[in-house]
């Protein structure tokens, strides 16, 4: 079993509607929680951080961490033609030096 | 700035042969990485440094090699390519908070 999960998609919504994407994870000692947004043949970039249960909200996206479901959602409100891209979820164990556990990414549409 | 670059862009290979991979960063950040992406794998780590002259083994880094002898450069080493290492390899350089990533390898290996 991977100790991050994430469903690959792809998954297709209107322009103007609510993304909702989510990660499970099994590793009790992760302690922060990123989404990366990666556009086709490009590299991932950091979208979202967040290190406490809860939500953190940025403009369109918000960011939600249960950590006691050990589960992560990342929502973007009003989606665009520009949010098509794929969304990866990543954590971190300090206590693992720095390094990222990445889930496997899912592919969103959203079409005009 | 041009932040973290990759060289090559693309490079296809037969099996038994070697290459390197060239990562630089300008960002002047101690730790480095080098991911491979598969698809629905998500990103992996090969293998990471902590510092000029330093490295580590990450989750796959069974048929690479690394070094690090500048802190602006991560060289990471195929030595005998095989099929399975066909991929995207990404670099990328870390402050505390945040990875920066490259704009990718594309490697086939027939």
């Known amino acids: 079993q991977k100790e991050v999960e994430q469903d690959p998609g792809p998954l297709s919504v209107p322009e103007g509607a609510i993304v909702s994407l989510n990660c499970t994870y099994s590793?009790?000692?992760?302690?922060?929680f990123m989404w990366y947004r990666q556009y086709s043949r490009k590299g991932p970039e950091l979208l979202m951080y967040?290190?406490?249960?809860g939500n953190k909200e940025d403009g369109r996206f918000t960011a939600q961490v249960d950590k006691s479901s050990k589960y992560i959602s990342l929502f973007i409100r009003d989606s665009q033609p520009s949010d098509s891209a794929t969304y990866l979820c990543?954590?971190?164990?300090?206590?693992?030096?720095?390094?990222?556990?990445f889930g496997g990414g899912t592919r969103v549409l959203v079409k005009p | 700035n041009a932040g973290v670059t990759q060289t090559p862009k693309f490079r296809v290979l037969k099996t038994g042969q070697s290459m390197t991979l060239l990562c630089a960063q300008d960002?002047?950040?101690?730790?480095m990485y080098w991911y491979r992406q598969d698809p629905g794998m998500g990103l992996r780590l090969i293998h990471y440094?902590?510092?000029?002259?330093?490295?580590a083994k990450g989750e796959v880094p069974d048929g690479y090699n690394v070094s690090r002898l500048k802190k602006q450069n991560f060289l990471l080493g195929l030595e005998s390519a095989a099929p399975s290492q066909t991929s995207v390899y990404f670099c990328?350089?870390?402050?505390?908070?945040?990875?920066?990533f490259g704009p990718g390898t594309r490697l086939t290996v027939l």
């Open positions: 440094s902590v510092g000029e002259g330093t490295t």
């Open positions: 990543a954590m971190e164990s300090r206590a693992a030096g720095n390094k990222l556990t």
């Open positions: 590793n009790s000692a992760f302690q922060y």
């Open positions: 967040t290190y406490s249960s």
């Open positions: 960002m002047n950040h101690e730790y």
């Open positions: 990328a350089t870390a402050t505390s908070n945040e990875q920066f």
